[in-house]
């Protein structure tokens, strides 16, 4: 009956009234996000995905929002999310255009390879058939990157293509990981010290304590997707310690460009690694850990990795630190050993305030007031709205949201399943209707001026608190996922972290909204989304963002499509040179030289020390290390350029 009212309502708005079409996108989102059971929704949501995918209705669609633009034509293309979503592979001798999920980065490789015994579907149904360790998939990759170098070719790694930058691109071999899903074990192999294999103690700092949490390690395959180890840890018992907003990504894509979550005493992921296979120029094997790493290096001789497939042991700070974020640079990581935790549940508050208002909070009672939560991070409109939800500097104010998430015992077996204690997913794209995404994108070119509006409508639709509609318990992935797999293909973001060692950060963050209303009122250039800011602990590794501090996360989001919206993060990014910002790997657009990653990463000398060893033959490199200036280290730009 919902499915069949909601497309009554929206082909009725494009038929007769086109003008109205933004309060009947308002209207199906409230049904869809707070009005519903979060099962209904699901079901809802799928079936209105089905029924809108045909041609037929997809094309009437497309008709009437043709005619409300004077001629303007608009697509609703599900192509490229179907594949995506049922994981669909091609085959490797066929030559292929692979886009990145933003399709801002392209590529038409000489090969697309897919190495690798694992199940890239049916992962978490069948991990317990998969503990054995990939040697044959390992040797594969060795000898195609031995035939890139005989050839004088490039070769690159590519998880799920979720990094808005160039780092994965190549125009000759290019390796997907989405095979590489071996082994799936706990690792607690005869090498490993003993004091490891089974769980061990770790000491983490906590409101200025000194705590000790229980760790275990777990081995898997570098290519496993969030979303299904995730799973495959709960079923042995285990959580990741933090995870970001999304699912989408390869283990490794995630780790190697030091994606993170929210959490002043959390770590991002690239600090879950302890210990990791890496397979560098001509083909050589490592297994890389710091030093007094989990592995006995006199047992570690006598295992099958090192006599008979030569995977050389190196525990050293420098290589190690520096592999862990090293954006495929210095080779193809094939599997890692990461630290996980005991399984556990959150519970999420979403509650409504000012930018202006937590600002001061922040000012007044410093870092204590960020880690006084688990997880403490902000959605704020970058506009300030008054009472008629009109743009005004000087009558109205940003609204924000406050998210706060902290653990909790297992919910029991009754709780309610109302919908006020399910998520309130975010705005209508995020309700979970992939056609959505174009029709707001349109909304928002013909009339920019409502964005203000519109954004702070988005955000109090979400709040959901201990005061209104009782907050968000679950499974901590659930609470922990922002969004859902619909949405990658009709948003992008960029993302810079700053130093909270002074409030350098709040400088930053008030330069980004002077900006966004400066744009808006001497060009109309508004960005269709709130700001999102998050705070993380520091890293060990030297390429992180967040290395050697604890960090501030400002991201910046638009949606494809949206006229001015790749312009206007650009700028946004070169206005944050000036505050020593460090661009997330994945998640940025302006051009990072080599003198400014040498300025704001005091390690970079010591990570390109690595470099040249893993990726003596360049071999690794691509556009990505040749417009950082990266590739000249080697003194073989010339003879390797695409």
Known sequence: ???????????????????????????????????????????????????????VVRWVVEFFLCKASKGEFIEINNADFIKRYQRYIPETDERISWTNWASTQKSQPLQYLIPGNGPHIHVVDNYLKLADYDFEGLQTIQQLVKDAESKNLRIRCVASGHSLSDIAISGDFMVSTKKMTKPQRRANQAYIKEQYRNGHSAYIHKDGDVIEEKRYLFETGAGTLLEDLKQILEKEGFAFTNMGGSDVQGFMGAASTSTHGSGMNLKPFPDMIASMVLIGSNGKAYRLEPKNGITDPVLYLQSEEYKTYDIELIQDDDMFYSSTVSMGCFGIIFSVIIEVVDFYYLKEERTPSTWEAERQKIVALGLNYIRKNRHFELAVNPYPVNEKGELDKINGSRYCIVTTRNIIPKPTANQSKSPSEKRNFLSSLASGLYFVGSISVFLFNRKPESIPRSISSSLKRIVDCDKEGGGYSDKY?????????????????????FTMQDNTYLHA??????????????????????????????????????????????????????????????????????????????????????????????????????????????????????????????????AFKE
């Open 1 to 55: 009956m919902l499915t069949i009212k909601i497309i009554f309502q929206l082909l009725f708005t494009l038929v007769f009234k086109r003008s109205k079409l933004p309060e009947t996108i308002d209207k199906i989102d409230i049904q869809l996000t707070r009005k519903v059971s979060d099962e209904k929704r699901l079901k809802t949501v799928a079936l209105l995905n089905k029924i809108f995918g045909t041609r």
């Open 477 to 497: 992935y659930n609470v922990l996922n922002q969004g859902l797999l619909e949405m990658k293909f009709f948003g992008y973001a960029s993302e810079i972290a």
């Open 509 to 638: 963050i008030d330069k980004i909204l002077e900006e966004s209303v400066r744009m808006a009122e001497k060009y109309g250039q508004y960005n269709p989304s709130p700001i999102a800011i998050r705070f993380t602990d520091d890293s060990h590794s030297y390429l992180s963002m967040m290395h050697n501090m604890a960090a501030c996360s400002v991201e910046v989001v638009s949606l494809k499509g949206f006229i001015g919206g790749e312009d206007f993060q650009r700028r946004i990014e070169r206005e944050m040179i000036a505050f020593n910002g460090r661009p997330h790997w994945g998640l940025h657009l302006e051009s990072l030289s080599f003198d400014r990653i040498q300025k704001i990463y005091p390690k970079f000398p010591v990570w390109l020390e690595a470099y040249k060893k893993f990726n003596h033959t360049s071999v690794f490199n691509n556009s990505f290390t040749d417009r950082t200036g990266i590739s000249a280290v080697l003194d073989k730009q010339a």
